[in-house]
């Protein structure tokens, strides 16, 4: 099995707390790994640690990527009802690591294909402040997706969604992983979406975790 | 009133103030941080005083005292611009610190005014010279980290785990924020800059969800409310900044009542379609 990200031995603690001790398990590449557990068990902390990781050159964790192809969507954007970029300009911050003023013809390319992709298309003008919650998670995977990410990590994605919009989200984010280059690591504690949608489940529990693999179900078991 | 020189200098000033304003004011506006500004701009009045003090230009110790701040905010965290105690603390201080450089310099008083309120009579062509220079290196520098700055402004979020030299990005912000603060403070003057910062960006984001479309509508609001005001200060002998105020909260007004009227349109457009 290629794997993203190995972690081996990692003992983590906040003030007062030890999270993890002696932590590892390893990320499949190419597949969508749910990481589960409960409330306050560390899973946040844990994925901004491993973002971190990469410039404190920590021996207990190995990436087979660079950062630069990692992406983490936060679970808490601040974007209040007058945020006042449209969609489209919303996702194209996304495109953040040219320093020339205009987008080029590449970039122009990528940002509709995301955009088609996610099916903001038909309203990447409207502001994103007005945008219900499934729109929104939308445009920040599209934001994402515009830096080409070989990884990508999703926060509690779904956390605020109805069923239609966190079905209609993951069902975008099954396809990326189908036909890209890319992993997923997707923080959640949503058992119809892991059931659903995981290809590996990563449980953390008791200071340490461990990474099943799952069976998809099917529209019938559901 | 364009055959006097220091009132064609004050409008052709007006143009690089509103340039720079329209960059700087739409990503100040971005990141909520107005009360900052404000504050940046009384360190501004207290530099100036200890440039006065120290017999180096008001300009200079303008710069040097903004900048100082802008870094010592940037390294230290952003978040610390944001805690209205921080900023009510910083304030206080700069300000008394500014009173006390101008007794010291043993200044009169209406050297004080010049400071905080601007003034167009005072304008020389030097004053231009450097103030053309100084905005269009900011300019360059926004240009080449237009991109970074964008993200870093509009995503505060997103860019503190995405954006490579995030926080270096922010610290450049704010040394530009300083930069702007000490020289459009010539003619508005330090108490007011935060308005040209703050309020036709606040109204043109009413108006548009387009970043370009809202740094040139920014733009055109900011030289409105200075070429008007300029106009109105000359016919009137009254102060520029109050009339450049008053614009500006003219058409801040103007935007937040049509605003509110598309809002009711929509809400009423949308119940007949249910």
Known sequence: MKTIIEVKDLNLSVPEKQLFKQLSFSVPANKLTCMTGENGVGKTTLAKYLLRSFTKDDQHIKFAVKRTQVQYVPQLRNIDDEFPLSIHDFVALGLHRSHFLWHSRNERQLLKKVLAETQLANIQKEALGAASGGEKQRAFLAQALCAEPKLLILDEATASLDKDAKHKLLQLISKQVAEKDITVLFITHDNELIARYADYELILSAQQGKLIERERATDAAI | ?274
């Open chain 2, 1 to 274: 009133m364009l055959q006097f020189d220091f009132m064609r200098y004050a409008f052709l000033s007006g143009i690089f103030i509103s340039l720079i304003c329209g960059l700087m004011g739409t990503f100040v506006v971005a990141r909520q941080t107005s009360f900052f500004t404000h504050t940046l701009s009384e360190i501004g009045f207290s530099g100036a005083a200890f440039g006065i003090f120290a017999g180096i230009s008001p300009l200079l110790g303008m710069i040097i005292f903004t900048m100082a701040s802008g870094l010592f905010i940037g390294i230290s965290g952003d978040r610390l611009s944001r805690r209205e105690a921080s900023i009510s603390l910083f304030s206080g201080i700069f300000i008394g610190l500014g009173i006390l450089f101008l007794s010291l310099s043993n200044k009169q008083s209406n050297y004080a005014t010049n400071i905080l309120f601007g003034s167009i009579v005072g304008i020389t062509l030097s004053n231009v010279y450097s103030l053309i220079l100084l905005s269009l290196l900011i300019i360059a520098v926004v240009a080449v980290l237009f991109r970074q700055l964008a993200y870093n402004s509009f995503d505060v979020i997103g860019s503190q785990y995405n954006q490579r030299n995030n926080l270096l990005i922010s610290i450049a912000f704010l040394c530009l924020l300083a930069l702007t603060i000490s020289i459009t403070a010539q003619i508005i003057g330090s108490l007011l800059i935060f308005v040209l910062l703050t309020i036709p960006a606040s109204a043109a984001k009413y108006f548009t969800t387009s970043l370009w479309k809202m740094i040139g509508l920014t733009t055109g609001f900011s030289l409105l409310g200075i070429w008007l005001g300029l106009y109105l200060a000359y016919t009137t002998d009254w102060p520029v900044s109050f009339f450049i105020t008053l614009i500006e909260a003219v058409i801040y007004g103007i935007a937040l009542s049509i605003h509110y009227l598309q809002g009711k349109n929509q809400a009423h457009t949308r119940s007949t379609q249910l």
